[in-house]
Every structure is written in C-alpha cells, then in structure tokens.
C-alpha cells in the first residue's frame, strides 16, 4: 500500500503571498489531519478532515484553512503569508476518525517565507 | 494543552535503558507515541487508550495511567537506530490531538 503523499516537498515563497499545499492519504484512510512543526514550536495541531468535514481546529489564525476531497486528498492553505508561517507542514491519515485510529505521517512539506 | 515531556534529552550507551514520560493537564482518551529522526516524518510506535488496551512495538512498552494523566515510554536495550526525537500525542474530550514538547535521545556506541 502507498503511504502518504505530500506535494510540494520544498515552497519557497515571499511575504503577502498565499500558498497551497496538497496531501493524498492512504487508500481506503478517510482522515487527513494536518500539522505544523518549527523548531520553537514543536509539532502544533493545525485541522483534522473526515469525509469532507472538518473535525477538529487547532489554535491558529484564520489565514490557515484546509479542505477534504471527496476522494479523501486534502489541500491547505495559508494566505497573505508571514516570516513565523515558514515550518514543515506535516499531514497525516488514519481510517477513521477515532482515538484508537493510528495516524501515519507524509514526508512533509517544507515551506520557506522570504 | 500541550503536554510535557521529560526529560528534554537524554544520552544512552548501547544496551541502556531509558524511561520518557509525558503528563498532560487534562483528561485523556489515548496517548500515542511517535519517533521523529532528523529530516524525517513522524513515525507511530505505540497507542494505548483509556481502559487498558494497548498496542505497539515488540521491543518498546508503555505505560498509562489515566488518573494521573500520564504515560511513560520504556526503551530498554537500546540500540544506535533508536536515536531521535520521542514525541507523545494526546487526545482528550475535544478530540483535538496535541504533541508533546518532545524528547531528543541520542544512543552512543
């Protein structure tokens, strides 16, 4: 089975400017959660999608937001970008939407704000 | 919200054991625990949930106590792959998931 996918693996952008980042689960995993990881940080909740809804929202501005497909791929994204918005952005996926559900991570995408 | 891990960094020998716990402030459904290695994505080891169920790794164990809002992860032999980051996740009532503040563990030769 495929694992998680994650495109771009590298962004470069500049302040103001908006990005989208696009997450394919596992087949058959229809919960995409999505992170957000710097080194001051750690690995910070961002919004978890199940069949299209979302779930859960962590604690960040609404210049982050996220969608789910029907197919289960998930984009995010981040508009009128800032310095702090440059981290790896981590997606995960599990089956279902329940606490016992393991979430396996995608490599990543590493997004740098100029 | 986040959950607090300790130590913060630890350095092992081959063949020493390590203990890593991770206490949260509210009440938890599950705990999961993850390895990060430089560079990579987090990887899942083990999950233990509310009620004893447990699942995971052959040479990892983990403990949950739920009244304390607890758990600790138990590295015993160790060995040079396991060196990385050890971060515990949470999920409570809100089903909001959140990482733990993270432990570096470096295994020397």
């Known amino acids: 089975k495929a694992g998680v996918t994650q495109t771009p693996r590298y962004l470069i952008k500049t302040r103001g400017q908006q990005v989208t980042l696009s997450c394919s689960p596992i087949?058959?995993?229809?919960?995409v959660s999505w992170y957000q990881q710097t080194p001051g940080q750690g690995l910070q909740f961002l919004f978890e999608?199940?069949?299209?809804?979302?779930?859960n929202k962590g604690n960040f501005p609404g210049r982050f937001s996220g969608r789910q497909f029907s197919n289960s791929r998930s984009e995010m994204n981040v508009s009128t970008l800032e310095l702090g918005d440059s981290a790896l952005y981590l997606c995960?996926?599990?089956?279902?939407?329940?606490?016992?559900?393991?979430?396996?991570f995608g490599p990543g995408t590493r997004l740098t704000v100029l | 919200q986040q959950p607090v891990q300790s130590p913060q960094a630890v350095i092992l020998r081959e063949g020493e054991d390590a203990v890593i716990n991770c206490s949260s402030s509210k009440a938890l459904y599950s705990v999961h625990w993850y390895r990060q290695k430089h560079g990579e994505a987090p990887v899942f080891l083990m999950i233990l949930l509310k009620g004893g169920e447990q699942k995971g790794h052959e040479k990892i164990s983990a403990s949950f106590n739920e009244k304390k809002q607890q758990s600790s992860l138990y590295l015993t032999a160790s060995q040079l792959s396991y060196s990385g980051t050890y971060f515990c996740?949470?999920?409570?009532?809100?089903?909001?998931?959140?990482f733990g503040t993270g432990t570096s563990l470096t295994v020397i030769p």
């Open positions: 999608y199940f069949s299209e809804t979302q779930r």
């Open positions: 995960a996926s599990k089956a279902a939407s329940g606490a016992s559900d393991t979430q396996y």
């Open positions: 087949s058959g995993h229809r919960s």
């Open positions: 996740g949470t999920r409570s009532s809100g089903n909001q998931f959140y």
